[in-house]
């Protein structure tokens, strides 16, 4: 997967960009209720749909990694947990954002709220496990088998954390369920935004994986130097052994 | 499994005759259990923050002692003994989970008879009713960490990444558990609170089996 197939997927990145952008600011109605802060929305949840779909994409590349074994099924997952942990932090902060104004306080233990940060905590302890364990040898089986309990145990999170806050008294009412959106040009400014940032998504995810397989192949061929160098001083040494005979 | 019983009776005599495991367990919640009690300001507090202080003992402390029995091979070079043996990796797993289970286990018993005399709770069926929720939620934890602990022994500086990597995925477990403590302390019966063990149970399986089928992916001697 080359640097070129990313350039092209940066350009069609940066079109659909411009008309979610155009979309979220210009085209899209002014919520009733919220006024103007509604409109972080259209950000909000694409970045939580990228970074829940990055999670399944650093567990399923896991599980391929212990099965195969090949580097490739590795850096795809360390590139996915990077990206995916740019989304996550990027909703918790437009979900303060937006809360501080609508709901009065910047945070809140809404079901949603909580389960995002348990994702969030979850993605930070694969890459603190990824960045300590850079000279092991087997980082890739830790963290892949890091990811799987952790990808396994999400949807149980979100059962359980659902369960914890309907049972309480909420503090808060938040809207569960549908997003109440009314005007069609909403639904197509959502569904717009959704495209652009699966596309930004992958275009980074792209970006990263080229780098690490970069980086795979530049130390697999500093081995082969390595090894090569090795064979050639034998020979020579072998050599200079026999024409002292 | 060839080589459960071997590994497990071994590591259960060792705890006998050193008792390190199951001490420092007990004095570590015995301090967690004092500390929460200064930190949340509520001398003799109620059944709620009773059950959630246990919980709070039974991770921290869990974190830091559950798994000597599986560190201490790494520490003494055993592993490689342990690896070259017949003993199958899952029955090394499930030897080390149980050993770790009873530390803690027992640990969880000498922290239940602390909380009751630190917030005047009563000896009766209602800690009958806690002890299961206890023992589920330890062996739960015990599955996790010993999966873990094996990646925390690996890494230089791993015993600061074991909570991070233990303690979100233990979530679901850790409210479903609180949850369950705190009715039955209030003296309500199983039925109850019958969908907070569902989860529980749940999570048991979901790291009993991820610990089972995982295990010799993260198992090394270096």
Known sequence: MG???????????????????????????????????????????????AAF???????????????????VW??????????????????????????????????????????????WLLYAGYLTLRAMADEVSQVGRLAAVVGIVAAADVPVIIVSVRLWRTIHPAVIVTRQGSHGLEDPRMIATLLVSLAAFTVLSAWLLMLRFATLRAAARLTNLG??????????????????????R | MSGFTTILRKDLRLELRSGES?????????????????????????????????????????????????????ENGCIRGLLLSPAERSAIYC?????????????????????VL????????????????LAMGALGFAALATLLATIQVRIR????????LIVPVFVPALIAGVKASNAALAGLRFDAFAQWLKILAACDILFLAGGYLLFEHVISED
């Open chain 1, 3 to 49: 640097i070129k197939a990313a350039h092209w997927l940066g350009v069609v990145t940066l079109a659909i960009m411009t008309a979610a952008i155009f979309m979220v600011f210009v085209y899209v109605p002014t919520e009733a209720q919220q006024g103007n802060v509604q409109r972080i929305f259209y950000f909000h949840v694409p970045c939580a749909w």
């Open chain 1, 53 to 71: 779909a990055a999670f399944a994409l650093v567990a399923i590349s896991g599980v391929f990694y212990l099965w195969f074994g090949h580097q």
């Open chain 1, 74 to 119: 590795d850096d795809l997952g360390c590139a996915a947990a990077e990206v995916g942990m740019l989304f996550c932090t990027l909703v918790l902060i437009t979900g303060s954002i937006w809360a501080k104004p609508i709901w009065g306080t910047w945070w809140t233990w809404d079901s949603r709220l909580t389960t995002t940060l348990v994702l």
């Open chain 1, 223 to 244: 081995r082969q130097l390595a090894l090569t160098e090795a064979e050639m001083a034998d020979r020579s040494a072998q050599h200079v052994m026999s024409s002292r």
């Open chain 2, 22 to 74: 199951t001490i420092t367990l007990v004095f570590l919640s015995l301090l967690i259990l004092t500390v929460l009690t200064f930190a949340l300001n509520a001398p003799g507090g109620d059944a709620a923050t009773a059950a959630g202080a246990l919980w709070v003992a039974m991770i921290f402390a869990g974190t830091m002692g559950a798994t000597r029995a599986l560190i201490a091979e790494w």
């Open chain 2, 95 to 115: 030897a080390k989970l149980v050993a770790s289970f009873v530390f803690m286990a027992v640990a969880e018993l000498a922290a239940m008879v602390l909380m």
């Open chain 2, 118 to 133: 630190f917030y005047n709770l009563d000896f009766g069926i209602r800690l009958v009713r806690l002890s299961p929720i």
């Open chain 2, 157 to 164: 500086g791993g015993d600061l990444l074991l909570p991070l």
